[in-house]
C-alpha cells in the first residue's frame, strides 16, 4: 500500500530516559514509499533542553537501511549536564556546544567521525571524590580539578556499536589555589567498553580510578618549572 504524507509536528515537552525532557519540540517530516517499506524524510528538528538547544538540520530513514542522525548541540547548561549524569564529586559551570554524529543500525547506536564538544567560553569544572584526602594531596593534578577555571574545554568523542567508548579531552586553566593560578594544560583519555562503565564505574564509583589514571599520567605537566 502506498504511502504518503507531509506535516509539522509541534510539543509543548517530550520526555526522554535519564530524566531528560524536550520542549519547544518542532520539525518536519515527510512520509514516502509503502506501509511495509516507508522512507520518513525529518528536517529543521529542534527542541531546548539542559538550557540551550538541539537541532538535526536533515535525516532519513528508510527500513533497514542505517539511519544517520547530525545531532548538533547549542549552549547547552553544563550544570545541569552534570547533574543529569550524576557522578559524585563533580560539578561546574559553563556552556557546551558540538556534533554528534549518530548511527543507528539493526538496534545499534554509535557516533560516527567528527563527535566533538566545545565549551570556548570559559567556565569551572570542579572534580572532588570522595577519596582519602592523603590520596587527593598527593595527586597535583586531581588538586587543580578540585576547582579549575578553564578557558578551553575541548572532547572529542567515539562510541562503537559494540560498547567501546572513548574520549580524549583538552582542558586549559588553572586553579587559583594551586601555584597561584599558574596555568595548567590537561590531555586526557579515557576508553572503555561502555556498559562495563554504566555499572561497574559509574554505579560503583570506579569512575574514579578509570580518571585517576589518566591524571596520573598527566602530573608532570602540571607542575610549574
Known amino acids: 500500500e502506498p504511502l504518503q504524507a507531509e506535516g509539522e509536528l509541534t510539543a509543548g515537552q517530550l520526555a526522554l530516559p535519564a530524566g531528560l525532557a524536550l520542549t519547544q519540540f518542532r520539525g518536519h517530516f515527510k512520509a514516502s514509499g509503502t506501509v511495509a517499506a516507508p522512507v520518513i524524510e525529518a528536517s529543521e528538528l529542534a527542541a531546548q533542553t539542559l538550557g540551550g538547544s538541539i537541532r538535526i538540520d536533515k535525516t532519513q530513514y528508510s527500513s533497514g537501511l542505517t ?5 548538533v548541540l547549542e549552549a547547552l547548561d553544563l550544570t545541569a549536564l552534570l547533574k543529569l549524569i550524576d557522578q559524585e564529586g563533580l560539578s561546574g559551570e559553563g556552556r557546551l556546544s558540538g556534533s554528534l554524529p549518530v548511527l543507528w543500525q539493526a538496534g545499534l547506536l554509535s557516533l560516527d567521525a567528527g563527535a566533538k564538544l566545545d565549551a570556548g567560553n570559559g567556565g569551572v569544572l570542579r572534580y572532588r571524590p570522595a577519596i582519602a584526602e592523603s590520596g587527593a594531596k598527593a595527586n597535583i593534578a586531581l588538586q587543580a580539578l578540585s576547582d579549575f577555571r578553564y578557558k578551553r574545554l575541548n572532547a572529542d568523542l567515539s562510541y562503537s556499536p559494540n560498547g567501546d567508548y572513548g574520549m580524549t579531552l583538552e582542558l ?23 556498559p562495563d562503565l554504566l555499572q561497574a564505574a559509574l554505579l560503583s564509583g570506579d569512575f574514579s580510578g578509570h580518571l585517576l589514571k589518566s591524571l596520573q599520567e598527566q602530573e608532570r605537566r602540571t607542575k610549574p618549572p
Open 67 to 71: 539511519l544517520h542522525v547530525p545531532l
Open 172 to 194: 586549559e586553566g588553572a586553579n587559583p589555589e594551586l601555584y597561584n593560578g599558574y596555568p595548567i594544560a590537561f590531555n586526557l583519555k579515557l576508553e572503555g567498553h561502555l
